[in-house]
């Protein structure tokens, strides 16, 4: 079994609303989706997210560092079984990225490979995404028939504030985040009236996108912590983390690293420098599948905890990838992701992948992604199209 078709594509998507939080505001996404298919005509698929503010990829510069990353060479391989294939993808590694002395300029662009590679001989072999994390990482492997999504609020307006909360409470999410830190907001006010129409019960936690400056991030956190947060996630810019080591000595509440988590060299530096107590694990931003399960492994080793984020725009594609993981890997403190028709016009699957009214999704059966990508869908949504085989 080989690979006989690496094919790379623009895929441009509406969302079903404008997403607003510190660092950014998004009405579509453009995310890189990759078909691979085996000479035994198995299919699979792959999603990356490229974002400039978070990896520093655009979706042209992650298109053109696949087609000058010598996947034909790479992938050059006769694979007799799923644990090849498996170790054929972790070895997958794209061109050098100049002046990325953090390791992760082309992170979504590898997922998206990755992931299909994955998809495609899961697909052949018929094994699912879960036997990944059985293979590579054994000792987070836990089987789960079903995950529960937390909910998120982000800059909703006038009555909105009160019926989105609410709506999560009656719906009966065990968890939200809440994003702060946005311009013209009052993080107290908002957090007070947010955890008013919550209740008590729910387990809130807030995400700040970088918002804070090093002198004032200790006392924001102090003024939101009588409302009962759980975690503070990423309250100073990429630059500014450091600070974070004092920070912690003077808050009660656990400070988790997103933009400043990206990959390797991003966790040996928070762990040398004492800067967090959480990892956020999203895939397209670490990398794929397999260097999230690795980071997962590192925080286990030096007692950090880690959640499962995403990115704002993905498809079903990624949020397959996504359930697969939640579904197969211990101790997840915080879940995100499947948000699916509540976010984007178009998902890509033939499916609805969307979790259910409390927040809950089953675990998916089948091998691969466990899911059928539509390709009439894809195609209405493609921009552009690359060969990554020559």
């Known amino acids: ?30 995310n890189v989706v990759v078909r691979c298919k085996l000479s035994d005509g198995s299919t699979g698929y792959g999603e990356g997210v490229p974002r400039d503010y978070v990896t520093g990829e655009t979706l042209g510069s992650a298109l053109e560092l696949l087609t000058r990353s010598d996947l034909a060479k790479q992938l050059d391989a006769d694979v007799d079984d799923f644990v090849q294939a498996v170790h054929l993808a972790e070895k997958l590694a794209l061109a050098t990225v100049p002046g990325d002395e953090r390791g992760i300029g082309g992170n979504a662009a590898r997922c998206a490979v990755e992931l299909a590679v994955l998809d495609a001989f899961g697909r052949a072999f018929g094994e699912p995404l879960t036997r990944v994390t059985e293979l590579v990482a054994p000792e987070l492997y836990r089987f789960r028939d079903r995950v529960q999504y937390s909910g998120v ?17 009656l719906a009966g999410f065990s968890q939200v985040k809440v994003k702060v830190g946005i311009e013209g907001q009052d993080d107290v006010k908002r957090l007070k009236l947010m955890r008013r129409w919550l209740g008590r019960k729910i387990d809130v936690r ?50 988790m690293l997103d933009e400043s ?118 195609d209405r949504a493609t921009q552009r199209k690359e060969s990554l085989l020559g």
């Not at 009962?228 to 920070?247: F, K, M, N, Y």
């Open 1 to 30: 079994m080989r690979v006989v078709e690496l094919e790379a594509r623009h895929v441009r998507v509406a969302l079903r609303r404008k997403v607003t939080h510190a660092s950014h505001v998004r009405t579509d996404t453009d």
């Open 153 to 169: 609020i982000g800059n909703p307006r006038g009555w909105k504030k009160r019926l989105y909360p609410l709506v999560y409470r």
């Open 206 to 255: 807030i995400d700040a996108n970088e918002a804070w400056a090093p002198a004032e991030v200790a006392a924001r956190i102090q003024e939101l912590e009588p409302f009962g947060i759980t975690s503070v996630e990423q309250p100073v810019r990429h630059e500014d983390v450091a600070c974070l080591a004092e920070v912690r000595k003077q808050v009660a509440t656990p400070v």
């Open 261 to 378: 988590l990206c990959g390797p060299v991003d966790a040996e530096r928070a762990v040398r420098g004492g800067w967090c107590d959480l990892f956020n694990l999203r895939l397209s931003k670490c990398g794929g599948f397999i260097p999230s399960l690795r980071l997962a492994q590192f925080a286990t080793r030096h007692n950090l905890g880690y959640q499962l984020g995403c990115q704002v725009g993905e498809t079903a594609i990624l949020s397959a990838a996504g359930r697969h993981f939640a579904t197969s890997v211990a101790n997840l403190r915080y879940t995100e992701g499947s948000y699916d028709r509540h976010l984007v016009w178009e998902a890509l699957g033939a499916e609805d992948l969307t979790f259910r009214r409390n927040g809950s999704a089953p675990a998916l059966v089948g091998s691969g992604l466990g899911f059928q990508v539509d390709p009439a869908r894809l």
